[in-house]
């Protein structure tokens, strides 16, 4: 590559040893200088791949399938080998989303802090310098939760807005829906990450679900949470 050996002593007419830096890339080529004159071989080096083994959230491993809030700024440690000997610009993505920053802590751990999200079944990326490791379906993002409701029982009419509070509901406005009994509200505004309000729909009597669903299928739910007047 472009990086010198450490050492290179001189064994004989037709050999030199040479004690090979650090270094992380692939397919490197090697370089001979004697005197003035030099010779190059082609493609005939390369350092070991960087390799990820599994990524850790918070101060304890969460097995193969990590998981963080849908509000990001988690620390995500990715745990391997071959990380390299010093910072080489490692950066590490959550899905397709990079991390908002990350440190290079040693040879076998990489930390990151986590953007936002709210997908499930993530691949995580590892790039370094020319190289990159992945790992599939490791990480998810919390499903959301419903607590409750500002109204619990509605007349058979559309009426005032309803506003439910619960928990990773998303951190921007995504195309949240929500369904009252079966029926999607006539139209819902997102708040914050703990609130959003919808419109109902027409209704009937009874105990319903309230289904809280983002952009890409993540669920929540709470089971009897309101009801129609009866006729």
């Not at 995500?76 to 802590?105: F, P």
Request: aromatic share 6%; glycine share 8%; net charge negative.
């Amino acid at each position: 590559g472009g990086t010198g050996a450490e050492v290179t002593p001189w064994a004989s007419d037709s050999a030199v040893t040479a004690k090979v830096a650090a270094g992380v890339s692939l397919e490197l080529g090697v370089t001979l200088t004697v005197a003035l004159r030099e010779n190059t071989l082609s493609q005939a080096f390369t350092y070991d791949a960087v390799r990820v083994a599994t990524p850790l959230t918070g101060s304890a491993a969460s097995g193969p399938n990590s998981n963080g809030p849908m509000v990001g700024a988690i620390t995500i440690t990715m745990i391997g080998s071959n990380l390299a000997h010093n910072d080489y610009t490692g950066a590490v993505r959550v899905g397709h989303t990079g991390c908002q920053g990350s440190e290079w802590v040693s040879e076998s751990a990489i930390v990151c802090k986590e953007s936002t999200g709210l997908l499930n079944s993530l691949s995580i990326i590892l790039s370094l310098a020319v190289q990159f490791s992945s790992l599939s379906v490791v990480f998810t993002y919390n499903h959301p939760e419903i607590d409750s409701s500002t109204i619990t029982n509605l007349p058979n009419q559309p009426s005032d807005p309803v506003t439910i509070f619960g928990a990773n509901l998303a951190t921007y406005q995504n195309t949240a829906r929500v369904r009252l009994a079966g029926t999607s509200t006539q139209a819902t505004t997102w708040y914050s990450d703990t609130s959003t309000r919808c419109r109902s729909s027409f209704g009937i009597s009874g105990s319903h679900l309230i289904v809280f669903t983002t952009a890409r299928a993540s669920i929540g739910t709470l089971t009897n949470a309101v009801s129609y007047d009866a006729p």
